[in-house]
């Protein structure tokens, strides 16, 4: 692979200000680094929250993108992956762009949850263009010491991997969560990348009926290829959908309901279309979106509802997306990612992203 001595990434110098395609020196690698020659990035939904300045503490500029696949091109190691098999370069991988979780505090070490762990690092989010090549908009990124790489299986497309991308991995998460058994019913709100997927591994899960609620139109018929089997739109009135879920559920409503619109109003609707005693499984609010209004008596108590929080994903859920992209070609995840932008389109990009105009934009820093 060719070592130009220079690099361009794709930076957001401030909130609100255009995206800007800098030119940065190519790192030298301190031990136990690795540097990647980045085939793909994403436009996650969490990158048109940080162009608005809306996640706290972010060291803006900033190089955005944190879900990524590459190529090693050098290497400082050894480092091996987690069954022990070497990184060599020129292999394809991804990484877990959550870093620096302690394992020492309580969330770490008593509550074993480490997306809440404060020492966390995360690539494209936390860190600013002064920290170095974090962030996967960009030529080539810097793997630093103690990041999880991971092998892509061989013959797993690292276009199919980053269409389902961060979305993929984050509803893994929220499926588990979910606990959804054989034969149950699911209703999706949102239709985004983590909506999509939150689909298809809810029909992978063996619901019977998965039911998609979202906008627009292009993402609805997406959907019912990823395996939704009803679809409403939000030009429906809610209460007429909520009927709608009723009829189809024995006048129950669904089993199951996983939130993946990131909508204050949808975190309420999806409230009356679960069935009593019924699982809830919040996973679209990872930035604040503002509060949402509920009634706690006909909503939650009367109804024994479950309710669970999901916010970012783990090595585990990482690893496991890979074996199911692995496993199911024939789901479309790769037409998540609908469109490939250059370093120099990613305004349009974020544009597209925040007008739901396309499922998800594509990072490709060599177009
Ligand atoms: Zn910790
Ligand atoms: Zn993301």
Redesign the pocket.
């Known amino acids: 692979m060719p070592a130009a001595s220079s690099v361009l990434a794709a930076t957001i110098p401030a909130p609100n200000e255009p995206v800007r395609v800098v030119e940065f020196a190519r790192p030298a690698l301190e031990p136990g680094a690795a540097l990647l020659h980045v085939l793909f990035s994403e436009v996650?939904?969490?990158d048109v929250h940080l162009h608005h300045g809306k996640l706290s503490g972010v060291p803006y500029p900033l190089i955005p993108g944190?879900?990524s696949v590459g190529q090693i091109s050098e290497l400082r190691g050894p480092l091996a992956d987690v069954e022990g098999t070497r990184f060599r370069e020129g292999d394809v991988v991804t990484f877990l762009d959550v870093h620096e979780t302690c394992g020492a505090c309580y969330h770490c070490l008593v509550t074993k949850q480490t997306t809440r762990c404060p020492h966390r690092k995360v690539y494209g989010i936390t860190y600013g263009t002064k920290d170095g090549l974090l962030g996967g908009w960009s030529q080539a990124l810097y793997v630093r010491p103690g990041v999880k790489l991971i092998h892509l299986p061989k013959g797993l497309d690292p276009e199919a991997f980053i269409g389902g991308g961060?979305g993929l991995v984050?509803s893994l998460h929220a499926i588990d969560l979910a606990e959804i058994r054989l034969g149950q019913s699911v209703a999706v709100l949102g239709a985004g990348p983590v909506g999509q997927s939150a689909i298809a591994l809810s029909a992978l899960s063996g619901a019977s009926e998965v039911i998609a609620v979202g906008d627009p139109a292009s993402r609805l018929e997406f959907a019912r290829r990823m395996g939704a089997t009803t679809t409403f739109g939000l030009d429906m009135p809610a209460a007429d959908r909520t009927d709608a879920v009723r009829r189809l559920t024995g006048g129950y409503g669904v089993d199951v309901v996983i939130e993946a619109s990131g909508s204050p109003d949808a975190v309420s609707q999806a409230l009356d279309l679960v069935r009593d005693g019924g699982r809830y499984v919040i996973a679209g609010h990872y930035t604040d979106a503002g509060p949402s209004t509920i009634n706690a008596h006909q909503q939650i108590n009367r109804k024994h509802l479950e309710i669970r929080g999901c916010w970012g994903s783990e090595a585990r859920h990482f690893l496991r997306a890979l074996s199911i992209l692995e496993r199911h070609p024939s789901i479309p995840f790769r037409k998540i990612g609908a469109r490939r932008y250059a370093l120099h389109e990613l305004n349009a990009a974020l544009a597209d992203a925040e007008a739901m105009r396309i499922p998800k934009a594509l990072v490709d820093p060599w177009q």
């Open positions: 996650c939904g969490t944190h879900v961060c984050t």
